[in-house]
């Protein structure tokens, strides 16, 4: 998708949008019927992935579907109040938002990691990242990008003295919650002090408004560290840090990585909420910091039969399109409980 290659925020925002509407329109000259119109809203995490089935559903159903990527917590609002047809987040519902939803259900559809990016020309090796250190430059106890405790962890690296600029999501941000999650999880500090949310109380650095604001400022502040959906990183050519494991190795976010930290899953609760961040030792190649993005549906709704469908072609069909965006196919046991959910949509 050629409209990431540009960091321009603003211009990213319109490319994309250009891109929704035109492959939704060239898909129903193709459609089977292009009568059923369906609008979201929420995670700007899925929305690479998103933007990739437009298209495809367009062609197989002939539906014309707009997605706006505005964010989590915007998305659940969105729902909530019925403004749209269905809402996407990478946070899980708590229970009063369940409540305000009245009669709403979380379905996990997607797959993914938050990649750790930075902004450091010239360094002679790939940043290692550890989570207590991730957690002291987002709480400002590191501030420049040779403090011992980064040396310490990338021996022979050309560290230089420039100022760490931490990066992270001024809206009400999934990926924030995905982000949090994980440092709350390796960081004592962290978990007392801040904790885990979709938006935190951010003791250090500067603000963008959706991944795509974050790669706007991480792509113009040198000295600059961020993080975001994967698929982010990989379509603006940033550099992406190796973080630490509980096993103690050094991991991007892979296809295999992410796939092994979802290899935790054995069982799924009744309400579908999931966390898979710094899995067990056992897990000698999972990457920590990886989320389940859940897609947020009414119970009862009169497109609930193309809701469905969609959302089953997004299960199924739609996993394959995941893998160039290192998104990658949900576990067997998450596909069985989402589409025992996915029946809970009724006219």
């Known amino acids: 998708m050629t409209i990431w290659r540009h960091t321009n925020r603003g211009r990213i925002l319109t490319l994309a949008l250009i891109a929704i509407v035109a492959g939704a329109l060239a898909g129903s000259a193709n459609a089977r019927s292009s009568d059923t119109r369906l609008s979201g809203a929420g995670s700007t995490f899925v929305f690479p992935l998103v ?3 437009i298209p495809a559903l367009s062609s197989a159903y002939g539906y014309q579907i707009a997605y706006s990527p505005v964010g989590s917590g915007a998305g659940i609002a ?3 109040a019925r403004t749209v047809d269905f809402g996407a987040s990478d946070a899980p519902l708590t229970a009063d938002q369940f409540a305000a939803c009245k009669g709403c259900v979380q379905i996990p559809w997607a797959l993914g990691a938050n990649a750790i990016m930075y902004n450091l020309p010239g360094l002679n090796k790939q940043l290692h990242m550890t989570g207590k250190v991730l957690a002291d ?18 021996p022979g690296a050309n560290l230089p003295s420039t100022k760490i600029t931490p990066i992270y999501r ?14 709350q999880n390796v960081s004592r500090d962290w978990r007392t002090k801040i904790g885990r ?12 408004k959706g991944s795509s604001g974050v790669s706007g400022v991480l792509s113009h502040t040198e000295g600059g560290i961020a993080y975001a959906d994967i698929a982010y990183a990989l ?17 991007t976010p892979g296809i295999k990585q992410i796939t092994a930290a979802a290899s935790t899953v054995k069982s799924v609760p009744a309400n579908n909420e999931m966390h898979i961040v710094n899995p067990s030792a056992k897990n000698k190649d999972a990457y920590p910091i990886c989320t389940f993005v859940y897609v947020i549906l009414p119970t009862k709704s009169d497109k609930a039969p193309e809701l469905r469908k969609m959302v089953f072609w997004a299960l199924t069909k739609g996993q394959s399109f995941g893998t160039k965006l290192l998104f990658v196919p949900i576990p067997k046991v998450v596909l069985a409980a989402s589409e025992k959910t996915l029946k809970q949509i009724q006219s």
């Open 137 to 154: 430059i987002y709480l400002g106890k590191i501030t420049t990008w040779d403090d011992a405790a980064i040396k310490a962890i990338n």
């Open 235 to 251: 379509t603006n050519h940033f550099k992406v840090a190796a973080v630490k494991n509980a096993a103690g190795n050094y991991v």
């Open 78 to 80: 969105q729902i909530t």
């Open 170 to 183: 001024s809206d009400n941000s999934g990926t924030s919650y995905n982000f949090t999650d994980y440092l």
């Open 197 to 208: 949310g979709v938006n935190a109380n951010w003791p250090a650095g500067v603000g963008g």
């Open 51 to 53: 933007s990739q089935w």
